[in-house]
């Protein structure tokens, strides 16, 4: 085998047939991956806010419902319209359940995040100088909208019958409904 063929496998075997990186280009790779982890910060603080408002409108939903049987019980003209008061944990699900849709996005795009920075392509942009397969500053996950993966995960109606929600929600709107009836039978 000739030298100059030897050498340009050699060369290319060890990766030096690569094209020099621009200063430019490492400058915008190192913005990017500061960019990448102001997402993950901005992401743990969305999630941690999303989840103190989940929590608060349960909290919300449990006193504003039990203000409510409370009132109607009370007053003896009310007494026979308690059933009413099965509407308002429909309403507080509803939102409940909007909230935690918005957080499930969130929560995608951290679980697309943690996938990037322990694969392959982490190490081939570093390699690279510029992200390979990734796309920066995407906190709400939109490029995965259209995937079956993403379809799955954040789904409304999938999200609305959590056992929490259901237990919690279900559980106040059942025993409105139990409350009331009686109320009709007795009053």
């Known amino acids: 085998m000739s030298d100059p063929l030897l050498n340009k496998l050699l060369e290319n075997e060890l990766?030096?047939?690569?094209k020099p990186i621009l200063e430019s280009q490492k400058?915008?790779?190192a913005f990017q991956v500061e960019c990448l982890k102001m997402e993950i910060d901005i992401l743990e603080r969305s999630i941690s806010r999303r989840e103190t408002i989940t929590q608060s409108i349960k909290n919300f939903a449990i006193v504003s419902w039990g203000a409510a049987l409370t009132v109607m019980i009370g007053?003896?003209?009310?007494?026979?319209?308690?059933?009413?008061?099965?509407?308002?944990p429909v309403m507080f699900w509803l939102v409940d359940a909007w909230w935690f849709y918005l957080y499930r996005g969130?929560?995608?795009?951290?679980r697309k995040i943690k996938e990037f920075v322990n694969s392959p392509d982490l190490e081939l942009s570093y390699r690279h100088q510029r992200l390979v397969n990734f796309t920066a500053l995407d906190t709400s996950g939109k490029q995965y909208e259209n995937t079956k993966e993403y379809k799955k995960f954040v789904n409304f109606r999938k999200i609305l019958f959590f056992k929490e929600m259901l237990l919690l929600y279900g559980g106040l709107i059942t025993f409105s409904l139990i409350i009331g009836i009686i109320s009709l039978l007795i009053f």
């Open 106 to 110: 969130d929560s995608f795009r951290f």
């Open 27 to 29: 400058q915008s790779f």
């Open 75 to 88: 007053q003896g003209d009310l007494r026979k319209y308690v059933i009413i008061t099965a509407i308002l």
């Open 15 to 18: 990766g030096h047939d690569e």
